[in-house]
């Protein structure tokens, strides 16, 4: 694609944009940041891009995406619940690394959602890029997940799932879209510098 089609097409997806779009945008880019900085804040500002996505996707049609935005809305409640629970020593949730039992438990979450992804969107949608819409999504869903569990790991699936939408969303004609993943792509990888660092000056003041 050539550079001017690119900008041709990105300066038309400003144009096509709706406020209701800009507003989840811009709560969507709001929320990885307070992500980044492990602050309780990332789920309500989640919660208010997911909600309006869910409403726009009804909108155009998009079910599928409507269902998996509803996934995040389900997780971003479970999400601050965890965040805001005490254990018997009136501790928050700590930043961790994950286990081997988890990471292989998240394995497996990865792909039971990867195979039912794809068989869905290959016989029940128009979907003319069904294993990477299902790769994408799975990936988000376990990063949500392990971000729930404030596990340092949920950024790794960020990062590799970011990185795949820039350019799947490029092809599709999406180009903003395709610029606001690669904004998530580098509050990702500031936000996985920045846990590790969390983590390792609360165990140092452990």
Excluded at 179 to 189: D, E, P, R, S, V
Aim: proline content about 2%.
């Amino acid at each position: 694609m050539e550079s001017g089609t690119l900008f041709e097409l990105f300066y038309q997806n400003i144009i096509d944009t709706s406020i209701l779009e800009i507003i989840a945008v811009f709560f969507g880019l709001l929320s990885v940041w307070y992500a980044k900085k492990a602050d309780i804040k990332v789920y309500p500002t989640g919660i208010i891009s997911v909600v309006i996505y869910v409403y726009i996707c009804v909108g155009v049609k998009l079910y599928a995406d409507m269902g998996i935005n509803f996934v995040y809305f389900i997780m971003s409640i479970y999400g601050w619940y965890t965040w805001t629970r005490k254990d018997a020593s009136r501790k928050i949730l700590p930043i961790s690394f994950c286990t081997k039992k988890e990471h292989l438990a998240n394995g497996i979450m990865l792909l039971v959602f990867l195979v039912a992804l794809i068989y869905v969107l290959t016989n029940f949608t128009d979907s003319n890029v069904p294993v990477w819409d299902s790769i994408t999504t799975s990936i988000f869903i376990v990063g949500m997940w392990l971000m729930a569990q404030k596990k340092i790991e949920n950024w790794i699936y960020w990062i590799i799932g970011d990185a795949i939408s820039i350019p799947l969303y490029a092809y599709k004609g999406l180009v903003l879209t395709s610029f606001q993943f690669t904004i998530f792509l580098i509050l990702a990888i500031m936000g996985y510098i920045e846990w590790k660092q969390k983590y390792k000056e609360a165990q140092q003041n452990a």
